[in-house]
């Protein structure tokens, strides 16, 4: 149950149905059909944006900086199947079966194995030993971890990501783990669960 009450969809302030309106435009802008997470039903929305209602104008940040990561990030853009990779590490990692849920069904349609996803579940060190990754998916999942579980990364793996990704991607993949770091921490505190 949420931590905090749901706004509802029929909410008559203007600005929350101008963030709900913003969420809408966002998910029909997403370029893959797995990418859309609120499913084929219009008026529902996830109950994070229900909670996140309460404050319009940061719900409309989160749900903008998700467009950019999903339609207009190169790296995040144009590698569908690695972005879901960093949001189930980052998922496992602080906890959020109801965010690894979501994105489980989308990492397999996005291309990852439904063994690739186990690995994840059961937790980074059992990733890491899997013979399922590939090297290039495995610096990711080191990263995204290191990051998540140090609020920082060594040396030795940002130059690792640097030299593996190019200096424009590395950013692109730092912000985008620290984005979803914020998204999956909100998720967590607000108590959202599925609808």
Known sequence: MARVPLRSLQDPSE???????????????????????????????????????????LGKWVAEGSKVFFTENGWAADNPGPRQLLILTLSRRLGSELVFRWHAGLAESCGISREKVDALREGSACAGASR?????ERLLISFAD???????????????VLERYGTKSAVEISTFIAFYLCVISLCNVLGVQDD
């Open 132 to 136: 399922a990754f590939d090297d290039d």
């Open 146 to 160: 290191e990051v998540a579980t140090t609020g920082n990364a060594g040396a030795g793996i940002f130059a690792e």
């Open 15 to 57: 600005e929350v149905q101008s963030l709900y309106d913003v969420v809408r435009g966002v998910r029909h802008k997403v370029p893959h059909a797995a990418d859309r997470q609120s499913g084929s039903i219009p008026e529902k929305l996830p109950e994070m944006w229900r909670a996140l209602a309460h404050s319009p104008l």
